[in-house]
Structure formats: C-alpha cells, structure tokens
C-alpha cells in the first residue's frame, strides 16, 4: 500500500472503530421519517407535472446551461425567478446558487475579510462553518441560542461584525430567538444573517418574514432542497450584496448555470408553495400529535422543538443505533445520528415529519419511541 492509501485505510479503520462509520444505502420503501421532504413536494405528481408543462411551454430552452452565469450560462428566466422569489420572501433582491452548501459557502467566504469578525452558533450547519474558515476573518462561536454567550463576542468583535444563526436548526429542530438575537446584533453595530433552510415551509416563507424582520437583517439564506421539494438556494439581501456577490462569489463565479429544467422546477415549487396552506396545516397537525404522543417528563430525551425535526437523545452511538435498528424493523425510516455529527452524549434518532405521514403511522411511531424511552 503507498503512504496515502495507508493514511486513508488508517482513518476509515479509525471511524470503524469508533461506530461512526458513513455508507451510502440506496433507497427503501420504508415510512419516510427521514427525509427533508416537509411538504411531500419531491414526490407530487401535481409539481412534476407542472415543470413538464412548464419546460414544454419553452420549447427552445436548451437541456443545459452551458457555462456560468458570468459567461454563456445566465437567462432572462433566472434574473426574473430571482425577483420573484426575494419579492416571496420580502426582500429587494436575490441571488441563485446551486445548493446551500454553495451559498453559505459564497456569502461567508466572501463578505468577511481580514481584520473582520464571525460569530456563529455552536449548532449552526457545516456549510456556514466552512464559508467561515474560507474567509480570512476572526471567527468565533457563541453557546448554543445563548445570548450572553452571544454578547460577549460580539464585545470582541473587530472590523465588520456578521453573527450567523439558523432560524430552525437542522441537528435539534429548535429555534432561534430571531427578535432578541437582532436586538443584541444591532447594539453592536454587528449583521445577522439567518440561514433558513428548515424553516421555510412550516413557516411559508420563513421564520423571518414571519416576524417581520427582513428589512432589519444582512442576508437569508433559503434552500430548495427540503420544503421546496428540488434543489439549489437562494441568498436574499439588498441589491448591493447581490452586486458584490456576483462580483466575489467564488461557487457563483466559477460554477455552471442551473439548467432550465432546474429553474423551471424551482419555480414551480415556489407557484405550489404559496397555495400550500393544506399541506401546512397537514405538518403542523402533524407535529403537535408527535408531541403530545411521546411521553412528556422532567427527564425527557425529548428535544424541546416546535419543528419538523424532532430528536430523542440516547447515551451513546450505541443506543442511537439500536433504537433505529428497532424502528426500521418496524417499518419506519427513521436514521441515527451519531457523534462526531453531533456531540458524545447527545446521539439521537432525528424524526422528521411530514404533512403526508398518517395518524396511525404516527400513533405506531410513537408508541415504538415511549417503549424505547422507557426501557433506556
Ligand atoms: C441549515 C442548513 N443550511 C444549509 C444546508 C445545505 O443546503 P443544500 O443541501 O442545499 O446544500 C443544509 C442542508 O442540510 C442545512 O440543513
């Protein structure tokens, strides 16, 4: 074996070792309560159809994009799905990226320079940690949704300040106090910025708009791949940050155009989205069922969260896999979450709900999770 195979080969024995081994496993016909698919668009024949139509009723768009937007790649299509989308959600202009992961990845990378300040949530997404470290700014993490914690590093801060904070947080289901974080935000002269990614859809155009906040904060980042049932993000701002960020994006600038058919299918979504009150209420319904039916104690596992997400925390990687072996042997997908994802002693089973999941699947869920929680 040469050196670098021998690393690699050490590394996944390590992970092997450690019960946090990743694979990938293709698809089953298990009870989705699993994916980020909140409002049951990615399966909706009612969407496919109306991006068929939709694609049909452009018979010269092209099968690809052909290059970046900076270069062959950009369409009138585009420019106007952005503004219609940042007009949705309430804000004066937008930018497309091709996933989430690219636009944390652009924005953060981008904004902050040497001599500026990061501050991030303990829990906040990878994808906003790594456009952090891109970029050449202090970076610093605040306790998680804590705002003392939050304060004393925005006393810190140096340069222009950015605090970075999901509204619905993907690993526990909770939210942030958007309102108090602002206020606090703003005594110190500092941005926030909000990733939104698990809160659009249960909140139909994000927690943000809901509170009314869109002209007060930096930046938002929305991504299609979860409520909005396809694929690629959004980052919502002013005009002037959109300016900059085709300016010094780097996963804008140097990466090819989303083709017709994928605009054409975020576009859809959003049209499906703003009459989806049904569905909506559907989650909603949902989530007070899963809450009320798992036993409520003082020693609960049971993450406080108003969310589609809702996690039962167990000792260790374990006990997490375990109760997930139990539960899909039931007929229910439903994946552990191990350390390092999240930390020793906090392993869990992530629920996800849907508005599609049905009142017995619900109740037989539920029932399975309380047996588990009794006998841990
Ligand atoms: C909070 C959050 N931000 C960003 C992303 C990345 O989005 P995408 O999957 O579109 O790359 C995710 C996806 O897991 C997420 O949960």
Known sequence: MTSANNYLQNKLNERLASGSYRTLKAENDLIDFCSNDYLGFAHSPALRQSIETEVNNHPLSLNGSTGSRLLSGNLQYALDLEQQIAAFHGFEAGLLFNSGYDANLGLLSSLAQRGDTIILDDLIHASAIDGA?????????????????LEAKLKAS??????????????????????????????????????????????????????????????????????????GAVVLGGTLLREYLINFARPFIYSTAPSFHHLASIKMAYKMLSFANTEINQLKNNISIFKKNIAQSITSPLIPSESAIQCIVFKNNDDARKAANTLQSAGFDVRPILSPTVAAGTERIRICLHSFNTLNELNLLTNIINTLINAS
């Not at 470290?133 to 914690?149: Q, V």
């Open 133 to 149: 470290r891109l970029s050449n700014a202090n970076r610093y993490s605040f306790r998680h949704t804590d705002m003392d914690s």
């Open 158 to 231: 140096k340069g222009n300040c950015y605090v970075v904070v999901e509204s619905v947080y993907s690993m526990d289901g909770d939210s942030a106090p958007l309102t108090e974080i602002l206020s606090v935000t703003e005594k110190y002269g500092a941005h926030l910025i909000v990733d939104e990614a698990h809160a659009v859809g249960l909140y139909k155009q994000g927690l943000v708009f809901e509170l009314g906040l869109q002209n007060k904060i930096f930046a938002a980042v929305i991504t299609f791949g979860k409520a909005l049932g396809c694929h």
